[in-house]
């Protein structure tokens, strides 16, 4: 049997204008991806009756299976089973049990049925319905050049229940567990895309199988590795060559697939019974936010200081006035004293601690917008305080600027506890490494 692709249509003017996200495409990719079904496209569309129909006849030469979202409605701009009508050459015409099912939802609430939902019990002659538990438009099922067509709600607690309901079992039956697909994902922080391209290469030529791609979010570059096929070597594919990548990436590679910086940090300090807590001047407790999306992360974060002003780097931290008149609140020693003084204040084994400029004002050439200081203190083997202190440049906007700062305090840690206490070169770095 050969490999089944599927295309996704998204229907909505407020799509194609921007004024709304089209998450829908994204969970359908991802739950037929778990069907061994692999999507060809997304296409969002505007409420057009012609476009629509177009890129449903289009869409049915191209791929075995069509999922649609959107515009069936009771407006007027609600045209999406018009436009299936006309792909498939076919009238309109009212379903009288859906209809019969409407009417009895609209009496239960006391409430008679509007003229204008008639228009949601209609299809094409040789179209079925498919019920809607949650509201009152009813999806569609249909087939065109041997494609299989499923239009369902656009909204999403509608359309994932109707998937649940009805479509992903009729996938499942037409894929018939023939054809698998598996995706493993293995992430990196503090590597330019660049160098993953450059260690990966030869894994991520197009007819290579697995199949080797890159998705980047800030300093967080994810390795995408996925093998389709009907045979029993497709689970072989996935995890001989995620082992490769791992290996290649080495202390750059943190976790795979759900894992997050945080959250592989926190069984991290978990499993050596260890304990961390936060000084932040520039990030303003983004460091702490992230840290504490991660479960069990109760039992090892103490918490954390957000010292935005001098005085409460010098009175909560014990910053020296000294050290910040004759080098600066952004400074490296800064920084030290900042992550040092959370840590006798906390009791913790580890301290984050950041100050920076986060722009857009506040830079000067000496001390550019993007400059930003990170300290990880901790308890070494003879009991004492020490540190590493690192400078680095951040490209980018506040927002962008703060994230990536924010994220390079979590990738330090993470490289010392999983290297020896040994740091790496690190993506955003300035030279002459700056160490105290």
């Avoid at 991806?33 to 496209?41: K, Q, S, V």
């Avoid at 009729?170 to 990196?188: E, F, K």
């Avoid at 943190?254 to 997050?260: A, L, S």
Wanted: with cysteine; glycine share 10%; aromatic share 4%.
């Amino acid at each position: 049997m050969s490999a089944i692709t599927a295309g996704i249509l998204t229907i909505g003017d407020e799509l194609t204008s921007g004024d709304r996200v089209d998450t829908n495409s994204t969970w359908l990719s991802e739950q037929l991806l778990g069907l061994g079904i692999e999507t060809a496209f997304h296409l969002a569309l505007p409420d057009d009756r012609k476009s629509i129909a177009d890129s449903i006849a289009e869409s049915s030469r191209r791929v075995q299976v069509l999922l649609i979202t959107g515009g069936l409605g009771p407006t007027e701009d609600d045209l999406t089973r018009q436009a299936l009508a006309d792909a498939m050459g076919e009238s309109l015409e009212t379903d009288d049990r859906a209809l019969a099912l409407l009417k009895a939802r609209f009496e239960k609430r006391g409430m008679e049925m509007p003229r204008r939902n008639v228009q949601q019990v209609q299809r094409p002659t040789s179209a079925a319905m498919i019920p809607n538990a949650l509201g009152t438009a009813p999806g569609l099922r249909a087939a065109i050049n041997d494609a299989a067509i499923f239009i369902m709600p656009g909204v999403p607690g509608e359309m994932k229940h109707m998937w649940a309901e009805h479509v992903e079992p009729a996938l499942r039956q037409l894929n018939d567990g023939a054809q698998r697909c598996l995706t493993t994902w293995i992430h990196s922080v503090s590597l330019a895309e660049s160098k993953v391209g450059e260690l990966l290469e030869d894994l991520m030529q197009r007819d290579a199988q697995p199949v080797v791609g890159t998705l980047v979010r800030d300093f967080v570059v994810s390795v995408r590795i996925r093998a389709a096929g009907s045979g029993p070597d497709v689970e072989d594919l996935v995890v001989t060559a995620a082992r490769t990548v791992r290996d290649r990436l080495g202390v750059y590679a943190f976790g795979r697939d759900d894992d997050t910086l945080a959250s592989v940090i926190v069984r991290q300090l978990v499993a050596r019974s260890a304990s961390l807590t936060t000084a932040e001047s520039c990030t303003g407790g983004l460091l702490g936010s992230m840290l504490t999306e991660a479960p069990g992360v109760s039992g090892v974060y103490r918490g954390g200081w957000v010292t935005y002003s001098n005085e409460f780097k010098i009175d909560l931290l014990d910053v020296a006035p000294e050290t910040i008149e004759q080098h600066g609140a952004v400074s490296g020693l800064t920084a030290d004293q900042m992550a040092v003084g959370a840590l006798a204040q906390s009791g913790a084994s580890f301290a984050l601690a950041i100050t920076g400029i986060a722009g857009p004002e506040g830079g000067s050439s000496a001390k550019p917008v993007g400059t930003v200081f990170i300290a990880l203190a901790f308890i070494d083997e003879d009991g004492e305080p020490s540190s590493h202190v690192r400078r680095f440049m951040f490209p980018g906007s506040r927002d962008m600027i703060r994230q990536r700062a924010a994220i390079t305090a979590l990738a330090m840690l993470h490289f010392h506890l999983a290297n020896d206490g040994i740091l790496p070169e690190m993506l955003g770095e300035y030279r002459p490494r700056v160490e105290v």
